[in-house]
């Protein structure tokens, strides 16, 4: 019986070595998962070239060469808008001035052109009778100047003279006048016409004081408000064109290839990662980036590059941040798309 008993395990010694054995367990997957952490954030940049991006797209501004105030806004920031919708009214007090102006010199002018136009016709009318009477004077004299010197007195020769002078005159200056009333006419008419024209560029330009987009964008971050005045060249709305959508990445300074232009890279954001390739590199360095590189990951980051894709634009909005990896082996290409979630190009 004593040796049965003997044999008999002890609960608490088993208990002891099983809590043993757990904690041992843990510690040692502890270590290994230290150890791994460690090794991929210190030797991850043996790996692949990785730094940080931002969804952007091409840029428009619309700014008046003349202050404005804000009447109405039918938009918010990040709203997406269509091809001739209305953004905002805006109303003008230069605008009124000088399409007042317009009206008024265009007024002055009409009522010059019709002037014009009255001599002209009296002129047209005048002519006739004031060719005549030169004709007649005319003849007169020729026939005084062919008899004989002692057939008229001298007083009705001197009338005669005196007579066909004015009438030449007259006729010289009618003659003169209507040429010249005909070259005056034609220039006012091209003035009224280039001040029309001036009318209706200030009238298109305004379009009746409503902000119209020009095509598919995205507001940008700041709208303005009712009320709100704008001066000559400031700028009313930022827009972002939803069709030429790309990623500006910020590459580390810190990297064994030089990336080139169609390489292949990968946008990570959260869990997605969509494929992408390089479509230009920029010899220009970013301060941003840099700064924010100091602050958060250590890592300076210079040069920056431009990667398009299509269709990430449906699953990520407009300035937000992404990571953009650049594989330095197709290995890793593979290996990492069979463990990533992958978003179709």
């Known amino acids: 019986m004593t040796q049965d008993f003997k044999k008999l395990a002890d609960p608490v010694a088993e208990r002891r070595m099983r809590s043993g054995s757990i904690i041992r367990f843990l510690y040692a997957s502890g270590i290994i998962l230290l150890m791994v952490v460690l090794s991929w954030n210190f030797a991850r940049g043996l790996l692949f070239l990785e730094g940080t991006g931002t969804i952007t797209a091409k840029k428009m501004v619309i ?178 064109d939803r069709n030429d959508l790309f990623v500006i990445w910020e590459m580390p300074l810190r990297r064994f290839i030089e990336p080139a232009v169609g390489d292949r890279v990968f946008i990570t954001s959260g869990y997605f990662v969509i494929e992408g390739h390089i479509d230009a590199i920029y010899p220009l360095s970013t301060p941003q980036g840099a700064n924010r590189s100091i602050q958060y990951t250590g890592i300076f980051q210079g040069q920056t590059a431009r990667v398009k894709n299509r269709g990430f634009d449906k699953f990520l909005p407009i300035e937000s941040q992404v990571v953009v990896r650049m594989n330095y082996t197709t290995i890793l290409n593979k290996l990492f798309s069979i463990l990533e979630p992958r978003i179709p190009r």
């Open 63 to 240: 700014a008046y060469p003349f202050p404005v105030r804000i009447k109405s806004v039918n938009v918010t920031p990040g709203s997406d808008v269509k091809a001739g919708d209305v953004l905002a009214t805006v109303e003008s007090f230069e605008i009124e001035q000088l399409a007042s102006r317009l009206t008024i010199q265009i007024s002055d002018l009409t009522a010059k052109l019709a002037d014009y136009e009255i001599r002209h016709v009296i002129a047209e009318k005048a002519e006739d009778a004031v060719k005549k009477r030169y004709t007649l004077t005319r003849e007169l004299l020729q026939k005084l100047e062919s008899g004989s010197a002692t057939a008229s007195s001298s007083q009705y020769k001197m009338q005669v003279y005196l007579e066909n002078s004015n009438a030449a005159e007259n006729y010289i200056r009618l003659a003169t006048e209507k040429d010249a009333l005909v070259t005056q006419i034609e220039i006012i008419k091209s003035q009224i016409s280039d001040l029309k024209l001036q009318q209706d560029k200030v009238y298109a330009f305004f379009e009746k004081g409503q902000i119209l987009a020009k095509s598919d964008v995205v507001i940008g971050g700041e709208a303005p408000m009712p009320g709100q005045v704008f001066q000559s060249g400031e700028a009313i709305f930022s827009l972002y």
